[in-house]
């Protein structure tokens, strides 16, 4: 079974910046697609980000894209969300999540991606 850890969230003022890890039990592969969400309370889990193993490529929500970055440590099976110019907008917790079905596609859908970690909260105040 598959463990995701999520660590570095925290509280900031807007306009701080904060750095969320993801490190996974077992080698990320790099057909593998690493992802990001969020989910504010009574909203539903949102899509933030997600980057393809095979290339680094990546992809973001137009809320968030400028501000975030998606980076990957295949040797330390981690991957980073480095978050800048936070607004009080972005506060929820953040979800990492893993994806072995898209055959090197992307998707912005929970429901595509196949374990989850257990959330780390990032609260932004105005």
């Known amino acids: 079974q598959v463990q995701l850890v999520e660590s570095g969230g925290g509280s900031v003022q807007a306009g701080g910046s904060l750095r969320l890890s993801c490190v996974a039990s077992?080698?990320?592969?790099?057909?593998?697609?690493m992802g990001w969400f969020r989910q504010a309370p009574g909203k539903e889990r949102e899509f933030v980000t997600a980057?393809?193993?095979?290339?680094?490529?990546?992809m973001y929500a137009d809320s968030v894209k400028g501000r975030f970055t998606i980076s990957r440590d295949g040797a330390k099976n981690t991957v980073s969300l480095q978050m800048s110019s936070l607004k009080p907008e972005d506060t929820a917790v953040y979800y990492c999540?893993?994806?072995?079905?898209?055959?090197?596609?992307?998707?912005?859908?929970?429901?595509?991606?196949?374990?989850w970690g257990q959330g780390t909260q990032v609260t932004v105040s105005s």
């Open positions: 999540a893993q994806s072995r079905r898209l055959g090197g596609n992307w998707s912005r859908m929970p429901n595509t991606y196949d374990y």
């Open positions: 077992g080698r990320i592969l790099n057909y593998y697609v």
């Open positions: 980057i393809r193993f095979s290339d680094s490529s990546t």
